[in-house]
């Protein structure tokens, strides 16, 4: 997430992610395999999710983890599997459902957008496949620097 969303009491939020089938079925819950940090208003935030087979659509729903009473649903995104056609895929404000009708920039600044990575497509025999039509995507467990800087060591292995 760029720009942490303004939840918390002296700003910023405790954020988890649940991911859910079209039916409402819970595929993920954040919060039953991780710790919820706290993060501070204005800061880039990273939710590293563990390997989640997804196909069809899917629904993404970011949520500020709450000390006292209910947890607050703060925005969620749909995907449909069928049109992915890349790793990465940033989704900004306007485009989040309920974080687009803050208009006042209160809970969301005007600049806010949310990354969605992706592993590789697999099929349910957990090979490589390019077929859309057996698709399914894993969501990514590590931010895309990180990713990058492995890259990296791999080609200075190389070179040596």
Known sequence: MMHTPNFGVGGGCDPYVTINRVDGT??????????????RKGLELYLNVERVAIRGD??????????????????????????????????????????????????????FSVTVLFEGVRSPNNELVDDENNAVYELATSPPDAEEDEEDEEDEDDKE
């Open 58 to 111: 899917t629904q993404i729903v970011f949520y500020d983890a709450s000390q006292v009473g209910k947890d607050q649903k703060m925005f969620s995104l749909w995907i449909n599997t069928a049109f992915l056609k890349r790793n990465s895929y940033t989704f900004r404000k306007p485009a989040l459902d309920k974080a687009c009708k803050d208009t006042k920039n209160k809970y969301f600044s005007a600049a």
């Open 26 to 39: 819970c595929l993920y819950n954040y919060k039953q395999h991780a710790r919820v940090k706290q993060w």
